[in-house]
């Protein structure tokens, strides 16, 4: 492209060189080293990814990286250099005419980043105008081509629009833009996916990789997502709690990890294209130390499953392993690790699936549809005497047998969540039948009688606001009990135990309040809460989605676990294709409402797929950088479900359009056996042909 | 854990707030006053002593004399009971209602809540001290009287701020899985909503209770609140008016004790806020 003029590399040591770090923050408690030692460099066009779990310190190194910390934050030793020249010294004043020109920043939430009473053309040319000085309408231009360079569709007209017109997707692109308009030196990228959506972020790494490799950039990325790292990054750092476990390529350190916190946070991410139910998913026990109470050797040992005493007593230093390109791990037993993995691992890896025995259905819903009348009525629909009504839930008919797990997955915004919310009484479904059992039950949740509501309980999505803070997690799990199985107080005491007991939490937890307890714990308790009536049905909305990698593992393991004991059958919703596979026997794939394709979790993942599944599926990040997978990409944003598009409702975005029959007639059900049913014009056999060729061509 | 470190760290974290420190410890020596006021005032609120009329301050008489040679110390002093048993009532009083109102009209929404809302947008449209007068002067003044009214004008503020939480907390989850086990209304507004509404309400309280010592002093200095010889601050700023060319001082004793007590308890009600709610409730 030639909008852009590259710019001279000055200095001996081109690029991003961090040395030695250490990051304080004063604190009331007296002062934190949140960051130590820490060291990396990152060359000329290339992407390094620095990927940890909460709390790790990664955004506090971002900060410190721009010289723009907190108040009570200090850089307390160490050197940033950008180009050879230290930006540690520099003064604020300074560092302003290196911020947006040298340095840009791509935040994680593109709404907060936008000023919204400017049109999108004039926050692009007004960055363009600060750092060089040129006229206005030049100024305009260029953003204009900087918008069509970032593949926007209809850049003029984008330009003169304001951020709530765009899609968080659209806005991020904006973003990429204005942050890449001045060709900088260094851009630092913080977690600028993860408010999106899995098709929407594949979209939005498309473009930052095949962006990045015309720029001689340094890019800093930030992430916890291990598949984002290993489809976009070149190298990668490992950061747990302020400190450096690992760094190297990531095509070494995603297959030949050599420190135990990667390989335990690598193990704990389902894999979509392993086709095994009964595996046991690696978890790190124990909680990321808090940088006051850093154990005296090595930080990780704790949590470890191989250290040894000498790990405890002193902190190893980082060495260079000399197995290849410059893979360094803090780990005083890498070889050990290298060698023989499964030491470090969970000691069970495989859980004996029990088959459910019983032919009953659990759930039945027919037809369930959800209108919500919109707010906003316009005249002329007042006068034609119609309501608009948005179609969150449209037709929806499935059913659950005894002892199963149906995952539904899609977009945000798709309906799986209202569809939940109607089953359970919580939202009045607009029409349909919700059968439980044999029992017809009634829309709302306070029509239902004590013996129905027994048999639907419900996890939410938020751990923090899904229990009460005022009550102890043992009254919340004792209250169902009381109150809809009338147990004495002995038998109330050992049921309470047993719950605690089967979700894994000690039972002195019981006494305690819920912001006494992490956020993986609470949603335990309220698992906990949940199966206290013995519920035939659990519904699982979201309940991982807001959890760090290991946690969403260990309860993962906890959920298959009760599942396969009990015996409960479980609508689990998740956007996350990977965790819905991990845990599903049966996955209902939904868009605007409405189902596209149902089917068994391993048929689901097998040629033919809906169009729609494909693109799910082709655009999930798998931590793995070998990874096979088709490059199906939809375009953003899921439209309105007021105005549902005729036809076939997924047309104006498939990849695999077939021509006028999608926009006028609604596709058929074809039935691929198995139960395996797909919702598309297109015959059956021809998408296996195209998705077998299109996966072969990749090989 | 990271997190319940917070609730022990608040108080510790006072004495970084001098402000709030010296705010606790002016309410809390007013407060003592009026329990214990008359024991350690070096004279009766009510001695005249003719003789002694309009004295400077000396030091028999810290801040001087009145118009019947009254220790206005001692007044000031016995006063405080006055004050706190008008204002804290009638704050009080608000807190109640509101409290009752605003859980009514947040949790159960819709018609009730827009009849309940239009009503308080009523009683906010009236200027408060003229609403004040007009009752006193029609139900005669009385102590009980400024209690009722101090609390009939500031349910308003108090039902808004609880109105608001309740819209937040009814749409957490935890009050949803209460509904899947098919709670009462009563048991989720008084068990799962009200215990997280106590919070920031006693911050409100402590708001309302600073506004109401100043509308009870305003009352006094205008003649309607409680009668002479009664120690009332307003009343005592009303009466030392007269002769202020002569005796200031024994105008700026119950005045400066007003002024002193109504910034004492708002920087209370900003110490409170601090430790009550760590994260912040915006109003």
Redesign the interface.
Known sequence: MSIRTTKKVQGASPGLEVRDLTITYNTEDGPLDTVRNLSFKIAPGEIYGLVGESGSGKTTIARAVVNYLASNGTIKSGRILLDGVDLCTKTKKEMRSIWGSDITMVHQDPNKSVNPSMSIGNQIAEMVRVHSGISKAEARKKAVDMLSWVRMPDPSRVARRYPHQLSGGQLQRVLIAIALVTNPRLLIMDEPTTALDVTTEAVILDLIRDLLMEYQTAVLYITHNLGVVARLCHRVGVIYAGALMEQGPVSRVFKKMLHPYTLGLLGSVPRVELDKRDIVLNTIPGYIPQPDSLPAGCIFAPRCRGAEDACRASRPPLVDTKEGADHITACRRWQVVKNTPEKFANPQEKREMREPTTEDIVLDSVNVKKYFPISRVRLGDLIRGKRPVVKAVDDISLRIRQGFTMGIVGESGCGKTTFARCIAGLEKASAGKIIVGDENLPYVVSKRSADQLKKIQMVFQNPDASLNPQHTVGASVARPLTRLKNLSKKVLQERLEELFQSVNLPKEYMNRLPHEISGGEKQRVAIARALATDPKLLICDEPISSLDVSVQASLMNTLMELQNRRGTSCLFISHDLAAVKHLSSWIAVIYLGRLWEIGSASDILKPPHHPYTEALFSALPIPDPDAKQSRVRLREAVPSAVTIPPGCRFHPRCPRKVGEICENEEPPWQDYGHWHKICCHIPLEELVEIQNADEGDLQ | ????R?RG?SW??LK?YPATLVGFFIVGFFLLMAFIGPLVAPYGYSDQNLSERLQPPSREHIIGTDQFGRDVFSRVLVGSRDIYLTAGSGALLAVLIGLAIGLIAGYFGGLVDEILMRLIDVLLAIPPLLLAMIVLFSLGSSRLNVVIVVGFLYIPMVSRVVRSVVLDLKT???V????????TSLYIMFR?IL??VLPPLAVEASMRFSYAIFLVASLGFLGLGVQPPSPDWGLMVGEARNFFSQAMWALFGPAGAVVILVVSVGFMSDGLRRMLLPGGVSE
Request: charged share 50%.
């Open positions: 854990m990271k997190k319940n917070r760290a510790r974290r970084h957490r989850q935890f949803e899985a209460a509904k899947l086990r098919g709670e799962e215990p997280s």
